[in-house]
């Protein structure tokens, strides 16, 4: 590097944003997270400095605290922004040869979907092969309580990133079946966890019966959702669980697309 540019660079650095950034950088790298006492080793930093990086991230909502360990970890708004930049490049690519897969194997149309803060978005939709189908614009928005794609990412989630997201979020009444208490609907995220798949009965619009399974990314981390839905009279309840078994396993084949080694 010339002189003139290493002066430039000097000259245009912003130490603190820099220092954040490390920190960021580092946290990608741990898993379980670290204390601020492991930060502030890692990185030479002195107490005050790392004190004060790592207090505006979390203020910022990029970085998070267990109050328990004192583990700091990357957000889900940190996840959130690396997966609208890899969307479309990682996950839809990896994903739309299983999709159509799985539309072949049960002839409806199927979703994938993510969580982004207290919303989901479609990322893509195969086409059911009948003529009455549900068709979904990529982009559209969901609600997280009355959708499989959000149960099934809200189950896999860590317990307190699950719990913090369920108290920014109303759980608003769409129809009958809507479930609208935060016990029951906890109770429901449990059963999601236990089967490996969720179910939409007619939660979110009328007659629409849908079931979905969630996607795991290298570090078991619950990035997106994948799903099928249907008429009701084509998706019955008896079929639940033989379907949503079905929806696990070409989920799962994303996941391991994805790096997640499963155990």
């Known amino acids: 590097m010339s002189k003139q540019k290493a002066d430039l660079k000097s000259e245009y650095?912003?130490?603190?944003?820099?220092?954040?950034?490390?920190?960021?950088?580092?946290?990608?790298?741990?898993?379980?997270?670290?204390?601020?006492?492991?930060?502030?080793?890692?990185?030479?930093?002195?107490?005050?400095?790392?004190?004060?990086?790592?207090?505006?991230?979390?203020f910022k909502n990029y970085l998070q605290k267990n109050e328990t360990t004192k583990k700091i970890t990357l957000s889900r708004k940190m996840l959130t922004l690396g997966i609208s930049a890899m969307n479309e490049q990682s996950i839809v690519e990896m994903s739309i040869d299983v999709m159509r897969a799985l539309r072949d194997e049960l002839k409806e149309s199927v979703m994938l979907g993510v969580l982004l803060d207290a919303k989901g978005t479609i990322l893509e939709q195969v086409s059911s092969s009948y003529p009455v189908k549900l068709f979904v614009e990529p982009g559209t928005q969901f609600n997280i309580h009355s959708s499989v794609g959000g149960k099934s990412i809200l189950a896999f989630l860590p317990k307190e990133e699950s719990n913090k997201l369920l108290k920014k979020i109303t759980l608003t009444k769409y129809t009958k079946n809507t479930i609208t208490s935060k016990k029951e609907f906890k109770e429901t995220l449990s059963l999601v966890k236990q089967n490996g798949y969720a179910i939409d009965n007619g939660e979110d619009i009328q007659g629409i019966h849908c079931i979905g399974a969630p996607i795991f990314n290298e570090s078991g981390y619950p990035v997106a959702a994948l799903w099928i839905t249907a008429p009701h009279g084509r998706l019955p309840h008896e079929e639940f669980h033989k379907k949503g078994q079905i929806v696990a396993k070409y989920a799962l084949e994303i996941s391991v697309k994805l790096g997640f080694i499963s155990q």
């Open 13 to 58: 650095n912003v130490p603190n944003l820099e220092r954040g950034l490390m920190v960021i950088e580092i946290l990608a790298t741990k898993k379980d997270g670290l204390t601020l006492a492991e930060i502030t080793e890692a990185l030479d930093l002195t107490k005050t400095t790392a004190f004060r990086v790592v207090s505006t991230l979390i």
